[in-house]
């Protein structure tokens, strides 16, 4: 019995992590989108930027979400936010 209650909470918390790192693409998309527009970073880093951000957006679509949240943070170090 404590195994299955076990096994019931570890599944149940991966499922949650999952949902809320989903969540958390869509602000990371807006803020990345945000200070694109204000930045001051040179073309070849900006062009960096965008493929990153692009790439973090379809990962999200398909599912992905920890490569989407990894490649969208690589974005935001870039930009410094």
Excluded: Y
Excluded at 42 to 50: E, G, H, L, R, S
Excluded at 52 to 62: F, M
């Amino acid at each position: 019995m404590k195994k299955i209650i076990i096994s019931a909470f570890v599944l149940s918390a991966a499922l949650n992590a999952g949902t809320a790192l989903a969540g958390s693409c869509p602000m990371d998309l807006r803020q990345i989108d945000s200070a694109i527009e204000t930045s001051t970073l040179d073309i070849a880093t900006m062009d960096q930027v965008k493929a990153l951000r692009t790439q973090g957006e379809a990962l999200h679509k398909s599912g992905d979400h920890s490569a989407s949240v990894d490649t969208l943070r690589e974005a935001k170090d870039i930009l410094g936010i």
